[in-house]
């Protein structure tokens, strides 16, 4: 949203930040395509696969610990010994999201990209090498880096500074509204992504018609 009194010169877009599951994916969540996978390779149920994983999420959203570290207990709370690698083929089963993809490309030579995730370390290590997704995206702000979520504003400095920008040069395009409230409030514009819908030219012509984010 623009700010009341904002000068037209400090308003304009330069660069455009993506939220990273349900906006670049078609999925709500990580811990949504995690979980389905994991419960489909070993026919558990989702909700005792995601009992066993919830304890430790925000400890690994925020880099305080690994998948590798809490593997055996997870395990021990399923009662089943599975491998790490299920997690690198959970990770790999992330269904992209192609439209969205294209239209970041489309914005790339007019607009700096990037990415802002609240998200463990190796899933997007992994995703960014799968998918080449440092040739598009820079910088590419994970949680687990910074130690910091959407909710605080310290993981979009992190971004801004990647940018070498001021908040009100940049856009920031979440599906969850409560992840808009932290970038409203340091000054950037922001977008809200219905992932249900997934109308990805609706997006680009709200980008275009109300921020002149065209390609």
């Not at 504003?153 to 971004?159: E, G, L």
Request: charged share 25%; with cysteine.
């Amino acid at each position: 949203m623009r700010r009341p009194g904002q000068a037209d010169g400090e308003s304009r877009i330069r660069a455009v930040l993506f939220d990273f599951d349900g906006v670049l994916t078609t999925d709500p969540s990580g811990s949504f395509t995690t979980v389905r996978h994991v419960a489909l390779a070993t026919g558990l149920p989702e909700r005792h696969v995601w009992e066993a994983l919830a304890p430790y999420n925000e400890d690994l959203l925020l880099g305080r610990t690994t998948h590798a570290a809490v593997w055996p207990a997870v395990c021990a709370r399923l009662g089943r010994e599975l491998p790490l690698d299920l997690l690198t083929q959970a990770f790999d089963a992330t269904p992209m999201n192609r439209a969205m993809l294209d239209l970041a490309a489309s914005l790339r030579p007019k607009f700096s990209l990037g990415i802002v995730t609240d998200n463990k370390r190796d899933r997007i290590e992994r995703l960014a090498a799968l998918h080449a997704l440092d040739a598009l995206f820079s910088p590419i702000v994970v949680s687990a880096d910074c130690g910091s979520g959407k909710s605080d504003r310290a993981i979009f400095d992190v971004a801004l500074r990647g940018l070498g920008l001021p908040p009100t040069a940049v856009m920031f395009i979440d599906n969850t509204r409560r992840n808009l409230v932290a970038a409203e409030a340091i000054g950037m514009h922001t977008l809200h992504f219905d992932d249900a819908r997934n109308d990805v030219p609706a997006l680009a012509a709200t980008l275009r018609m109300r921020f002149g984010i065209t390609p």
